[in-house]
């Protein structure tokens, strides 16, 4: 059996609905509480990434627009400064918990390019062992391929599974707004059952998966199930949790079950 307890580096990917309220502003008391959590992995000492989303949601709610823009220019305007709002709020929040945290804005052809690629992987490797804590979103004031849905990593969970193999990590955990993956979607069936362990993803699985993300975010259980195909593939197992109380990850952690689990590739039955 996957010993979780045993995982030292690890990868946390927290979505918009996680991070925000239904008018868009963030939920600070939420943000604290995950950057407690995490401090307190790295305390253990652990190793710990942090994909985050949000920058847009931020901006929208920090510029007082009614609504996420559909026009890409406002779209990066608003990542512009969501981001800055976000990195401010998570610096002060880790910081009183004694870490340091590092921004670190990415692009699909930064891990296309090999050059650039190493150029990250050295980048995540000395922030690592300087005791840093990486934060990471995609670029999207430069990156006009994500906010469009055209191309590039095109949501934060494919964006999470990319670092997570790029710093060859022991773990990924997704934080979201569902508790897992179910056999339905429990927002329209309410006999949907949520699935403890996942060996393998196949198309019956992923049509089972269906269903968008929320009006905040950009990624569904679709996304998700591509993460971890990704993940399943490199032999670093995956967790799909809620993120109503970020404290799950330490549970996670504990070796307590929560959420659904995907097995690396390799893993059989037993």
């Known amino acids: 059996m996957l010993d979780l307890k045993a995982c030292r580096r690890v990868v946390v ?9 239904e008018t868009g502003r963030l939920n600070l008391r939420r943000v ?3 950057a407690r959590a ?3 992995l790295k305390n253990f000492g652990r190793e710990i990434v942090l994909v985050t989303s949000g920058a847009v949601g931020a901006g929208v709610a920090r510029l007082g627009l009614e609504e996420k823009p ?3 220019r406002l779209k990066q305007a608003a990542a512009a400064v969501g981001q800055s709002e976000l990195m401010n709020v998570y610096g002060r929040f880790f910081g009183e918990y004694g870490h340091t945290v590092a921004q670190l804005l990415l692009t699909r052809d930064v891990v296309d390019t090999p050059e ?7 980048t995540f490797e000395t922030l690592l062992k300087l005791g840093a804590i990486p934060i990471v979103n995609e670029n999207d004031t430069v990156s006009t391929y994500e906010l469009e849905h055209v191309t590039a990593f095109g949501d934060n969970d494919t964006l999470a599974a990319v670092c997570a193999q790029l710093i060859s ?5 997704l934080l979201s707004d569902i508790d897992g993956l179910y056999d339905a979607d429990p927002r329209t069936h309410e006999e949907a059952r949520r699935i403890p362990v996942v060996y393998r993803i196949d198309d019956e699985l992923m049509k089972a998966a269906g269903g968008e993300g ?3 975010g950009t990624g569904g259980m ?6 971890a195909k990704l993940c399943m593939e490199a032999g670093i197992p995956m967790v799909i949790a809620s993120g109503e109380n970020p404290d799950i990850v330490c549970d996670i952690l504990d070796g307590r079950h929560a959420g659904t689990v995907f097995m690396p590739k390799g893993r059989e039955k037993a």
């Open 13 to 21: 990917k927290v979505g918009t609905s996680s991070l925000t309220y």
């Open 32 to 34: 604290e509480k995950l």
């Open 38 to 40: 995490l401090s307190d």
């Open 70 to 72: 559909h026009d890409v």
């Open 116 to 122: 650039k690629k190493q150029n990250v992987t050295n």
């Open 169 to 173: 990590a022991d773990l990924l955990i």
């Open 214 to 216: 929320t009006k905040r």
């Open 222 to 227: 679709a996304t998700k199930l591509n993460a």
